[in-house]
């Protein structure tokens, strides 16, 4: 059974900094695309980003571009977001997600944890 | 960037009944368009994939149709565990992008 724990959220200031980690289980960690999704209080999905098999290709969304870090260890089975520079409207629920490529497309996150909350404010 | 935009947002719906949720994207995403299910302090879960292919371990209940700008997810009989929030997304172009959901309510 695939499993996906998310860990590290908190409360954190304007500008502070926080990882956090997902610990999958259940599956061959390092064949698997890896998706972080986030959804504000009340609000819809919005990917954030994701890292291949082997952390060669990387994307961000805009919104996150040059403050957060997505990274890996195969060896420990952990997929880690290094989030610098928090600003409030980044308060949400992290979600890490095994990838599934379908149709020539790898941007599909299909096996989720249950996430973490980042809030930020002062 | 591809917009999706998803109707209606909430839906009142009986239990037994059909209930058909649509999704529409502002440029083609081919066949690239997932659909997923929330419950309340849940992750999502992922229903359908390519349009139409149930992921494993959903029921036939659940179908979905279209390709290019127009889907459907139709869910035949509504039991009580299929009230929550769906969300469509198209994995085709860059950025991927969620729908902003629908909500499906008892009546």
């Known amino acids: 059974e695939v499993q996906l724990a998310e860990s590290g959220g908190g409360l954190v200031q304007p500008g502070g900094s926080l990882r956090l980690s997902c610990a999958a289980s259940?599956?061959?960690?390092?064949?698997?695309?890896m998706h972080w999704v986030r959804q504000a209080p009340g609000k819809g999905l919005v990917w954030v980003s994701h890292i291949n098999s082997d952390g060669t290709t990387i994307n961000y969304a805009d919104s996150v571009k040059g403050r957060f870090t997505i990274s890996r260890d195969n060896a420990k089975n952990t997929l880690y977001l290094q989030m610098n520079s928090l600003r409030p409207e980044d308060t949400a629920v992290y979600y890490c997600a095994r990838g599934y490529c379908s149709g020539g497309s790898c941007y599909l996150p299909a096996d989720w944890g249950q996430g973490t909350l980042v809030t930020v404010s002062s | 960037e591809t917009v999706m935009t998803q109707s209606p947002a909430t839906l009142s719906v009986s239990p037994g009944e059909r209930a058909t949720l649509s999704c529409r994207a502002s440029q083609s995403v081919g066949s690239n368009l997932a659909w997923y299910q929330q419950k309340p302090g849940q992750g999502p879960r992922l229903l359908i994939y390519?349009?139409?292919t149930r992921a494993t371990g959903i029921p036939a209940s659940f179908s979905g149709r279209g390709s290019g700008t127009e889907f459907t997810l139709t869910i035949s009989s509504l039991q009580s565990e299929d009230f929550a929030v769906y969300y469509c997304q198209q994995y085709n172009n860059w950025p991927p992008a969620f729908g902003q959901g629908t909500k499906v309510e008892i009546k």
């Open positions: 390519a349009a139409s």
């Open positions: 259940g599956f061959i960690f390092s064949n698997y695309w």
